[in-house]
């Protein structure tokens, strides 16, 4: 079984999402930004809020879809690499982590703020440095060993934490001065959508629901209407916050407070209000930077199971099952980031900023993962809740484009510092990640245009000296069938055992001689510029275990090797191919290569569902020497004249070879007419290096129904036999 | 009345742990269709899908091992935060009537069945006549009444399970009957459960979260060597 086995338990329902969503967001942002906001943008910080939870609901709406479609850990991340590949992928992932490190220290310092203002002997930078540091390791600490029940906790600090903010707004709108608010945007536009940029790292957190997909019940409902309202209502209660702040305060001295939630709560909520804002504020702060902590080491371990920087990191501990070396690894880069706090003294707006630049170049290249994965429609995308035609593509244009206003307007050093950011993760996929990686994107099949889904040839190896002939053939289906989709071949080898148990050691030798045969295919392959796959099986009945693989591939056709014998034991080809001949919902052919070149193939048509399924084989094969085909119609000479026979035998080729969607000039035409027609075949046929002959329909019970021609030609025909039946 | 053998048991097996319990017991229920569970618990802080990168290919291999030998009819492999939601939610999809926790028992002959009064005692009375028809076990009702009360009404209820048994087609001759007068049922269950093979145990209260095995419920299951039959109480 695949690391994919087992399933998720869907514990989250709509209220845990709500609760996970907005508990995350709702952090020390909206206790410590609003004074640096007011500052810049003043009463009108509130429409930066605004603006922000904007760009952030439109990145709600495109990874909600791509959550339903693709649920998998690693969040924004995981969706850019896949749709963008590796380099995209490594200036998300460090984007991405650099970014939740600096948040969470941009908390942790905050947290520091809020407890040590208030207190006039404790201040100072030192100590409030010293306080975030302590609280760091503290989360660290449960990060890396885990908690049990902590999820009760967390639902009630977050219950509590928001009912005091609501309590904050709804009584502070009666302590409104309306004069505080004239003029409302003193800085204009300008100061406003740079606000926005400081301001956006307050609603990081709503991606946590698109990580925990696989989590979540009834998932194409609770992840999307759980990610916009969450974005929605923390969007309104910040709007609102903001209102009250600068309406009860002027935003001149808000703008000089590190604790302005604090201060604008004193005026009409006394001393009380001060300590339950304090305490939110420091509930609000551990748990986003939790959250923070905990997304970054997943962003870094999802990049570890991708190869995007050392598999190291993606472990997890063997005894408390967290990504404990990722965890380690965020915390001491998140240490240094709060210990400069100790020389620089804008740090917080700094963080702050660096962290929104970060999330917005994340969130725009996630709106064009979107839009590549909706073109592409790669294999297992299948998006349970997709945006309605109105909202795409407005949403990712609209997205793109407002992330970019946003990041345009922000300040210097903190386009640099992105910028650097955003540099060191191309020169990171250059050094370290272009060639380790295989996974490409979905870029190229999103620009062409063309479906990704793949044209699947399978076939089963066994015997090495077929195995090479058989891998050109299946090659040259796939290849002649591009127009279907992208030429795939999986060559798989099933290993028969009684009874198969993971614990029953395979024979040493029968496992070496699978994998030789499977090696072997690869260096075929290779030599052939087409995508092989290969897949070792073991299982007790090799002819079922061949039609399971052929399910899990949606296989469009499949080419087994064949001794040309009949009659086996009651069976007619032997048990497992009977059983594939029987039961597989494709494509299947039965070739016995007694010759080494495919040279030119002839087909032998009739009417009938399976001559346009021949007559296309047999281009196909001719494909693997560059000849040209000959469809051959054999007509008994009985009824009427020769040459209206003549003219029916054509008409039977021609018929096939349009239902087979052939060119004219891509096949020879040969009608014979004969008394005898089975004897007519096989001189007909002998000329020629490969027969394709058709095996009449599906069956019906458990006999192979299998004509006396057909026979004949197995029989009598001294080049490559190929027995085909269409799907 | 004939029970028809449509008794369905569902197993959780914890597939993190290397050490996998035996579940000989399971050779000697006789004709019982048999759901395998394997859980693997994850930590609130862990997460479940990388838990699942991480130790997927180990915890079904765990599984297929546990299987192997048994004739189960359905393999499931969850990760979850939550034991209980996950055992109930797959009791319900599969409609389990019954789980069993493991334990050492190498053969099954006889059966405890302690009965709390009218609590779920329809629901438990056809799982041990489907167990009986089943198989080939004797089964003891078991009743532990309080001190100081009247010992007739504990007689009475054990004396209507016997008939109702029998009424299923049950043999007479396999089942008894056991008045306790300890005091504390806990104890009692628990003390004599050493002398059985197997314990049914009915629900405790479904309103409950941990309804499948509910503190007293999960004292007497982990005081057990042998393994127990929980009878689960849901339509």
């Known amino acids: 079984m695949s690391a994919d086995g087992g399933e998720l338990e869907r514990t989250l329902g709509f209220v845990e999402a709500m609760t996970l969503g907005g508990g995350t967001m709702i952090g020390a942002g909206i206790f410590i930004l609003p004074g640096i906001a007011a500052e810049s943008a003043g009463p009108a910080s509130a429409i930066s809020y605004a603006i922000a939870g904007f760009v952030a609901l439109l990145a709600a709406l495109s990874l909600s879809e791509l959550a339903t479609g693709m649920p998998i850990a690693g969040g924004s991340y995981h969706y850019v690499n896949r749709a963008l590949g590796g380099l995209f992928g490594a200036v998300v992932g460090w984007g991405m982590w650099t970014g939740l490190m600096f948040a969470s220290a941009f908390y942790m310092i905050g947290f520091g703020q809020y407890l040590v203002e208030p207190i006039p002997f404790l201040d100072g930078r030192g100590f409030v440095v010293g306080l975030g540091l302590v609280g760091l390791v503290l989360l660290l600490g449960v990060n890396y060993y885990g908690t049990e029940e902590s999820s009760a906790f967390q639902n009630v600090t977050i219950g509590t934490e928001t009912a005091i903010i609501l309590v904050f707004v709804a009584v502070g709108l009666f302590f409104i001065d309306t004069g505080n608010l004239e003029p409302f945007a003193p800085f204009g536009a300008g100061g406003i959508v740079a606000t926005t940029g400081i301001v956006f790292i307050s609603f990081l957190g709503f991606e946590i629901i698109a990580t925990v997909a696989g989590e979540i019940k009834n998932p194409s409902r609770i992840i999307p209407l759980s990610m916009i309202l969450s974005v929605v209502l923390v969007t309104i209660l910040y709007v609102l916050v903001m209102l009250v702040s600068t309406g009860v305060i002027p935003f001149e001295s808000l703008g000089d407070s590190p604790i302005p939630v604090s201060d604008v709560a004193i005026v009409y909520l006394g001393p009380a209000g001060v300590v339950a804002i304090v305490f939110a504020a420091i509930i609000a702060a551990i748990s986003s930077s939790n959250s923070s902590i905990l997304a970054a080491s997943r962003v870094i371990y999802a990049m570890g199971r991708d190869g995007v920087v050392t598999d190291w990191f993606n472990v997890s501990h063997p005894r408390y099952y967290t990504p404990h070396r990722a965890i380690a690894a965020t915390g001491g880069v998140t240490a240094l980031l709060i210990l400069v706090g100790l020389e620089v003294e804008t740090i917080i707006a700094l963080l702050a900023e660096a962290a929104s630049f970060s999330f917005l170049v994340a969130y725009s290249l996630v709106h064009v993962s979107l839009v590549v994965f909706r073109r592409a429609d790669p294999d297992g995308y299948d998006p349970s809740f997709a945006l309605p035609r109105p909202l795409y593509p407005a949403v990712p244009i609209l997205g793109v484009v407002l992330s970019l206003v946003v990041v345009s307007q922000m300040a210097t050093v903190v386009v640099v510092i992105g910028s650097a950011i955003v540099g060191f993760g191309v020169l990171w996929y250059a050094a370290y990640t272009r060639g380790r990686v295989v996974s490409e994107g979905l870029l190229r099949e999103a620009i062409r245009g063309e479906p990704t889904e793949p044209f699947r040839v399978v076939v089963p190896v066994a015997n090495p000296a077929t195995q090479h002939g058989l891998l050109r053939l299946a090659a040259a289906s796939a290849t002649a069938n591009a127009d279907r989709g992208t030429p795939e071949l999986v060559a798989v080898n099933v290993t028969p055992v009684a009874h198969p148990s993971p614990l029953q050691n395979l024979e040493a030798d029968r496992a070496d001689h699978q994998r030789d045969l499977l090696e072997n295919a690869h260096d075929i392959a290779a030599g052939m510029n087409v995508t092989l796959r290969t897949r070792a099986v073991v299982a007790p009945d090799v002819g079922e275990a061949l039609l399971e693989v052929l399910e899990e591939e949606a296989a469009d056709e499949v080419i087994l090797g064949w001794d040309g014998t009949l009659e086996h034991d009651g069976h007619v080809f032997g048990s497992a191919v009977d059983t594939v001949v029987r039961e597989a919902r494709c494509d299947v052919s039965l070739v016995d290569l007694r010759d080494e070149t495919v040279g030119t193939p002839v087909a032998l048509v009739a009417p009938g569902p399976n001559g346009p399924v021949v007559a296309h084989q047999a281009v196909e094969f001719a494909a693997v020497d560059g000849t040209v085909p000959t469809l051959l119609n054999v007509q008994s000479s009985g009824a009427g004249s020769d040459s209206d026979a003549e003219t029916r035998g054509r008409a039977v080729v021609t018929d096939a070879a349009e239902a087979a969607g052939l060119d004219p000039d891509e096949y020879d035409t040969q009608v014979v007419v004969a008394d005898d027609v089975g004897q007519a075949v096989v001189e007909a046929t002998g000329e020629y290096d490969t027969v394709c002959v058709g095996l009449s329909g599906r069956p019906e019970g458990s006999r192979i129904p299998f004509g006396t021609v057909t026979e004949r030609v197995v029989g009598d025909v001294l080049g490559n036999v190929a027995l085909i039946r269409g799907s | ?235």
């Open chain 2, 1 to 235: 009345m004939t029970r028809l053998g449509d008794l369905t048991i569902l197993v959780p097996v914890d597939v993190s742990e290397a050490e996998l319990p035996p579940l000989d017991v399971l050779d000697h229920l006789g004709a019982v269709e048999v759901v395998l569970l394997g859980y693997f618990p994850v930590p609130d802080q862990a997460e479940p899908a990388l838990v699942r990168d991480q130790h997927g290919s180990t915890a079904a291999e765990r599984l297929d091992a546990v299987a192997a030998g048994h004739a189960t009819h359905d393999e499931v492999l969850v990760f979850t935060h939550d034991r209980e939601a996950t055992i109930d939610r797959i009791a319900d999809e599969y409609d389990c009537n019954a789980v069993l926790t493991a334990g050492r028992a190498t053969t099954v002959d006889r059966i405890l069945v302690p009965l709390r009064g009218d609590v779920n005692l329809d629901r438990i009375l056809g799982v041990v006549a489907d167990l009986l028809l089943a198989g080939d076990e004797t089964a003891t009702l078991f009743n532990s009444v309080p001190e100081d009360t009247d010992p007739s009404q504990g007689e009475l209820l054990l004396m209507g399970a016997v008939d109702r048994l029998v009424e299923y087609g049950v043999d007479r001759d396999r089942i008894d009957w056991r008045l306790g007068e300890g005091g504390d049922p806990q104890t009692d269950i628990v003390e004599l459960g050493r002398e059985y093979d197997l314990v049914v145990l009915g629900e405790t209260d479904p309103s409950l979260r941990e309804r499948i095995i509910g503190d007293v419920l999960s004292g007497i299951v982990d005081a057990l060597d042998g393994p127990a039959l929980i009878v689960r109480d849901v339509e």
